[in-house]
């Protein structure tokens, strides 16, 4: 049972470079979510999907775009990376209905450094 | 705006001892879910505990327990019989309409 799988886990930009983070998981959960931690300072939401082909702004969005052609998939995407935009970034989904309703479940986090 | 709030950066607590994480948040929300997440050196953001905001009685989950104070805004964590394991970062979490905001997190050490 993998949960929430993201890849890359390590991944170095230059600035301007663009790259793409994936985030799967096999949960079935509708709801799936970006976040950047920060040294310091707990998780920032940067773009959430409640359903597929819908993606909504979270508290930090600028400089990311997202997607979510299927269900199980929620890709975040750098343009052109800038050196604040190094950070560890965390995928979460979570479901709808239930018992274990509104709980994101995490996925190990990409660590991305931009030169 | 949601905001939530650890005063505490950095605790210490003895092996078999009571620890007691301290938060507050603010929210103008009024259906809204509180959690507190802990993250040890694999990076890994583990669930601890939840609570509903709807719900008076405190969540309890073996030995995490929580002491809700709704009026007051405030939630904190009392961690009984402290292992060695549960030493980490622990981050206390608000969210209402899918929008999730977090502290900055206290780093908890358990002393042997």
């Known amino acids: 049972n993998a949960g929430v799988t993201q890849t890359p886990k390590f991944r170095v930009l230059k600035t301007g470079q663009s790259m793409t983070l994936l985030c799967a998981q096999d949960?079935?959960?509708?709801?799936m979510y970006w976040y950047r931690q920060d040294p310091g300072m707990g998780l920032r939401l940067i773009h959430y999907?409640?359903?597929?082909?819908?993606?909504a702004k979270g508290e930090v969005p600028d400089g990311y775009n997202v997607s979510r052609l299927k269900k199980q998939n929620f890709l975040l995407g750098l343009e052109s990376a800038a050196p604040s935009q190094t950070s560890v970034y965390f995928c979460?989904?979570?479901?709808?209905?239930?018992?274990?309703?509104?709980?994101?479940?995490f996925g190990a986090g990409t660590r991305l450094s931009v030169l | 705006a949601q905001t939530v709030t650890q005063s505490q950066p950095e605790m210490s607590v003895q092996e078999a001892e009571t620890v007691t994480l301290s938060c507050t948040y603010d929210?103008?929300?009024?259906?809204?879910?509180l959690f507190w997440y802990k993250q040890p050196p694999s990076r890994q953001m583990i669930l601890v505990i939840r609570?509903?905001?709807?719900?008076?009685q405190n969540a309890t989950e073996n030995r995490f327990s929580v002491n809700f104070q709704k009026a007051a805004k405030s939630f904190s964590l009392k961690i009984s019989d402290s292992q060695l394991g549960d030493t980490a970062m622990y981050f206390c979490?608000?969210?209402?309409?899918?929008?999730?905001?977090f502290g900055a997190g206290t780093r908890l050490t358990v002393k042997p």
């Open positions: 609570q509903e905001a709807y719900k008076q």
């Open positions: 999907s409640v359903g597929e082909g819908t993606t």
């Open positions: 949960m079935n959960h509708e709801y």
């Open positions: 979490a608000q969210e209402a309409n899918n929008d999730m905001r």
């Open positions: 979460a989904s979570s479901s709808l209905l239930g018992g274990n309703s509104n709980i994101q479940y």
């Open positions: 929210t103008s929300e009024s259906n809204y879910y």
